[in-house]
């Protein structure tokens, strides 16, 4: 057994085993993406990096323990590398939470953006409600595919469209998306402003995202294919 | 060296070649690149049939030859033109001008965006890393298909690279 | 018997001499040139002197060395070769006298050639055409005349025209270096272990194995020498980790995959002195333990592997490589192994995993000292560090510890590289001003230029403005000045030089070089240059800077590899000191050393054109068309691709760069 000391709290873990371990018995948690158990364990998705005592960062997941090893999982550079690499992973995602299998409470992607404060995903991701269901595909103005996800979705959970409360999603790939996906379900670009102004109207930027809003209408309308 | 790089006739079709490297290696999945090596060192390139081949050999995923062949610079998915002119990216070489002569050279030669060879199959034209004449920058390496012919040039402009164009354009006339 | 039947060093002198592959002799590597050792014989003793001098003056004194190490041969020296030795016969020298070489490292001489007749000083003589050899072999051998002649070994007051010809040693380029691990570069020809012996070879090898293992991993502590590949980890310690292993199997591994782009010290080493490479892995196997030895050399530098296959084939024909090593009982082999070229193989982990077959990186610890190759403890070393290794086991710490500074000791090679005067790998101990490598030994920037900035390390690496030249070339300054050593190559910038460019040219090295394993490197890097290339193209905002620094910065930390963690190096070095050239291209969308193409505009100056159409004939996108009007020709810039043929073509200098 090894001596680890996790944010300020002494464990003892035995010899071999990883920082993760001795993470969990302490009780502090760290986010884990890539970490599968004994199948993947190869420290590709670096969001499990902890501090160590001498500055370093390194990946709870793959570090072995040893004796005296200092951890801290909650530091100011912890959160700014994990912040930025969830703003990577979302960089490159195809943000289709309308259309995504892991819509309604699944998506890990959605609770580690909402933990770190990424924009990107839309209500969309937890919501309730599939297929025929989906007030959208019913030919409402729900503004779901383009407010920003974390209100764990009241309005859509009991039938009635989302009003924008939490503010719209700027990444113009996903209202670009989320316009054809309007435009495929015959939800005009007049009834979602009309909603969208409502909450958003007195933001700094809702001018430059109403020209986007439009300019993504004009696109879907075009035949422009997903 | 000698015998890895030997050249095997060139009447077998790439999957009975590749059929014979594997065994060659026992079809052991760490000489992988080496069987690659071997492979492009015959065609000048990988052909598809021969990755089929390699990963059935090996009993490993497709995916998984690729990844390898996909990642060194060394290995080739698409045939190459008779004559490969190889670019220098080195730092030195990037300094003083290759990156202009590439841009030149693919507009020159009328490349298409996305392809390295011209339509005729002459010429290919690719980035390729430090060859360490840094002093001779920029540096620019013309290679046969099957690399049995190479030669450097240093200090390349694009009025040099008219020059060189022409001079393997003639060779292969000849050649025919 | 040597290849070609005749008596050489590495045969035996009599029938007295009983050494074989089975029963080897302890005492081989000695006798070959002091020899011979088991008997007393003077016929055998001058046999053996004799050759000694005549594989170091030449036949009767006569030598003419061409050099054959990529970068002549790419130079032409093979033409000049042949050239030597169509006239060599008919000027009545020997035609052994010819020989070939590897490279001293002085670039911009190449091809040279250098010429010894006996009484005359040695004559070197720089950017040799085929055409002239001849009346530079006549000048000297028959007239006695060294003017000419781009440096002299001596003044021996015998040949006409010393005079005017410096010495060697009057050279800086000569005298700041010290050649310490390259001392045979230039001298021995690398594909003969006779030479090498002759010079004193594998005398490293039968030191190290008259010690314990330990005993050599002490000796290497003491020289305080650091791993040459650029993190600067401590050799010894490398080699202790490994050595108090408890697994019965371990490798040692060279790496001689040399990817930084201008960098070729390893290529130079290895071409022009395989042996010594392949005997500093020897020694390393020796203290390690090692029963197997790899050298993983890049395909896509045949000639070096070529030499090194060679190397290491004459070894074991002789018997330094395989069963009872100089009859001290310790068996090793060395393979040689082709790597298909991939730069994240410098990190150690990703290298090890090359050989396997796969081709990403782990994360470490484990480091492979403890887990690496199939799983057994292995040691990996860098070309140049196992050269030094073997040099300063023949000659004791001593001699190694008597350069450097307090913290890194001994000597380095660095490849100095682009705006400089003189390109070149020079050697100098480390602790040398940048100043004296860059303005006194490569001779600086070309006149009317202005230095720029130093790029060290390469991708992995940073920019040193011209104001912190004086930094002594150390690992902990290079570090302060936010650049690494790396494995040496010094890429030397003028005012023509675009530090964002630079930065945007190293950072596309990265993304695609990156093997794709983790987040940060993988999409960290390719939104650096997304980012990069936006401020080239003038569509920059000076929030792109923000976000260079952040991302950089956590691209730096989260990383898994040494690839990702260096990888921002460059883009914030050159932030930290070239933050006015970020600035024009963002607010004022100027490239001010108009490199950047999407900034700059080519013009033809109408008052100046005289229609004759040179322009419009050379131009690759056909942009360019006459003005039917005026005569004149006029550039379309929407066609342009700007690569500058018109700037050099036009005979009346009518076409202007804008910047």
């Known amino acids: 057994m090894v001596r680890v000391i996790v944010n300020g709290k002494e464990v003892h873990v035995p010899e071999g085993e990883t920082i993760l371990t001795a993470l969990k018995k302490a009780g502090d948690a760290v986010p884990t993406l890539c970490f599968f158990g004994h199948m993947y364990r190869e420290a590709s998705c670096r969001m499990c990096l902890v501090e160590l005592s001498n500055g370093k960062l390194v990946p709870a997941c793959a570090y072995p323990v040893s004796d005296g090893l200092e951890v801290r999982t909650d530091t100011p550079r912890v959160r700014e590398a994990r912040r930025t690499v969830v703003e990577f992973i979302l960089s490159i995602h195809r943000i289709r939470c309308w259309s995504c299998p892991r819509k309604g409470g699944n998506c890990e992607l959605l609770k580690l953006a ?68 309007y435009v495929s379900n015959g939800v005009e670009l007049r009834d979602v402003l009309e909603v969208a102004s409502m909450f958003w109207e007195g933001l700094p930027n809702y001018d430059s995202l109403k020209a986007s809003l439009e300019e993504a209408f004009k696109k879907a309308l075009g035949g422009g294919e997903d | 060296m000698a015998q890895l790089l030997k050249l095997i006739p060139r009447e077998t079709t790439p999957g009975a070649l590749a059929h014979d490297v594997a065994a060659k290696y026992g079809r052991e999945r760490r000489y992988l690149i080496r069987m690659l090596q071997e492979i492009q060192s015959t065609y000048g390139y990988l052909p598809q049939e021969a990755l089929r081949v390699i990963a059935n050999e090996l009993r490993i995923p497709l995916t998984e030859v690729l990844t390898v062949a996909t990642f060194y610079h060394q290995f080739r998915l698409e045939k190459p033109g008779e004559f490969i002119i190889m670019l220098c990216m080195g730092t030195a070489c990037h300094l003083r001008g290759n ?27 690719e980035k390729a890393r430090c060859f360490g004449c840094c002093s001779l920058a920029p540096v620019v390496m013309v290679v046969s298909r099957d690399g049995s012919y190479r030669k450097l040039y240093g200090g390349v402009t694009p009025a040099k690279l008219r020059r060189i164009i022409a001079e393997h354009r003639a060779k292969l006339a000849k050649k025919r | 018997m040597g290849d070609d039947g005749s008596w050489n060093l590495m045969s035996r002198c009599c029938g007295k001499c009983w050494h074989s592959l089975e029963y080897p002799c302890r005492n081989y590597i000695r006798c070959r040139t002091e020899g011979p ?50 006239v060599v016969e008919s000027l009545g020298i020997p035609s052994d006298a010819v020989k070939t070489v590897g490279c001293t490292g002085l670039c911009y001489l190449d091809p040279w050639l250098e010429l010894k007749a006996p009484g005359m000083p040695a004559a070197l003589y720089g950017n040799v055409k085929p055409a002239e050899v001849e009346g530079i072999l006549k000048k000297y051998f028959i007239e006695n005349d060294v003017s000419g002649a781009y440096a002299i070994s001596e003044r021996t007051g015998k040949a006409r025209g010393e005079g005017d010809v410096p010495t060697l040693s009057e050279l800086d380029v000569w005298r700041l270096q010290v050649r310490y691990v390259s001392r045979n570069c230039g001298v021995v020809n690398p594909e003969s272990i006779e030479d090498y012996i002759a010079y004193g070879g594998y005398r490293g090898l039968d030191r190290a194995l008259r010690m314990s293992p330990e005993e050599v991993i002490e000796e290497v502590k003491k020289s305080g020498l650091r791993g040459r590949g650029g993190a600067g980890f401590p050799t010894w310690l490398k080699w202790r980790i490994c050595r108090n292993q408890p697994s019965k199997e371990k490798y040692v591994i060279v790496n001689a995959d040399e990817g930084d782009p201008g960098a070729f010290m390893n290529r130079l080493l290895a071409e022009s002195d395989p042996h010594r490479v392949l005997e500093g892995l020897i020694i390393a196997g020796y203290a390690v333990g090692a029963t197997k030895g790899f050298i993983f ?25 395989g069963k009872n090593i100089l009859g001290r009982g310790f068996d090793f082999d060395v393979e040689v192994i082709l790597s298909a070229g991939a730069f994240v193989c410098g990190e150690e982990t990703a290298l090890i995993a090359a050989i396997e077959g796969r081709a990403t990186p782990r994360q470490r610890p484990p480091y492979p000292a403890v887990v690496g190759l199939w799983g057994k403890p292995t040691v990996i070393n860098n070309v140049e560090t196992l050269a ?44 040398t001003t940048l100043r004296t490598l860059v303005e006194k030994i490569a001779g600086g920037v070309k006149e009317g230029r202005k230095l720029k900035a130093v790029q060290i390390g390469g991708p992995s690496g940073g920019c040193v403005p011209a104001h912190l030249l004086d930094t002594p ?187």
């Open chain 3, 297 to 321: 050399v890049r395909a896509e530098k045949p000639l070096m592997a070529e030499r090194l296959q060679k190397a290491v084939e004459e070894a074991r024909k002789h018997g330094i490589l």
């Open chain 3, 388 to 431: 030094h290794v073997a040099t300063l086991m023949a000659e004791g710490w001593e001699s190694f510890a008597a350069y450097g500074t307090e913290r890194s000791k001994g000597t380095k090679m660095f490849c100095v590289t682009g705006a400089v005067k003189r390109t070149g790998a020079y050697e100098v101990p480390i602790g």
């Open chain 3, 37 to 86: 050792l088991c008997h007393d014989d003077q016929r055998c003793r001058t046999l053996r002197s004799e050759r000694v001098r005549y594989i170091k003056e030449g036949p009767n004194g006569y030598r003419i060395k061409v050099p054959l190490a990529s970068c002549s041969i790419a130079a032409g020296a093979k033409e000049v070769l042949d050239a030597v030795k169509e």
């Open chain 1, 114 to 181: 909402t933990a770190y404060w990424v924009e990107g995903i839309p209500v969309c991701s937890s919501c309730p409600l599939y297929g025929r269901d989906c007030l959208v595909v019913k030919g409402e103005p729900c503004l779901g595919p383009i407010t920003l996800a974390g209100c764990s979705d009241p309005c859509p959970s009991n039938g009635s469209p989302c009003i924008g409360c939490r503010g719209p999603v700027t990444r113009k790939d996903v209202l670009e998306a989320a316009a054809q996906f």
């Open chain 3, 473 to 659: 070339i150390d690992y902990e300054s290079l570090r302060d000045a936010g650049a690494i050593m790396g494995s040496g190559g010094i890429v030397v910038m003028d005012d023509t030089a675009c530090m964002v460019d630079v930065a945007r040219y190293f950072t596309s090295f990265i993304v695609a070089e990156s093997c794709g394993k983790c987040f940060p490197c993988r999409i960290g890097t390719k939104i650096l240059y997304d980012t990069l290339t936006k401020i080239t193209e003038g569509k920059g905002t000076l929030e792109d800077l923000e976000i260079l620094e952040s991302v950089g910065r956590v691209v730096r930390d989260a990383s898994l590899c040494a690839l990702g963690g260096t990888a921002p190096n460059p883009v914030l070095s050159t932030l930290r000191h070239f933050r006015d050239e970020y600035l024009a291209h963002i607010i004022d969308k100027k490239c001010p050393a108009g490199v950047c193409t999407k900034l700059l505009k080519y013009r033809i100056n109408p008052d100046k054109c005289v229609g004759c159409g040179t322009c419009a004939k050379h131009c690759p996108a056909g942009a360019i068309s006459k003005d039917e009007k005026s005569g004149k020709y006029v550039i379309d810039q929407e066609k342009c691709v700007k690569c500058g043929t018109c700037v050099t073509i036009c005979p009346v200098n009518a076409v202007v760069k804008e910047v």
């Open chain 2, 99 to 125: 990156a202009a002569n590439y841009e030149f050279l693919r507009t020159y030669l009328g490349i298409k965006p996305g392809r390295s060879t011209t339509s005729d199959g002459v010429f290919s034209v």
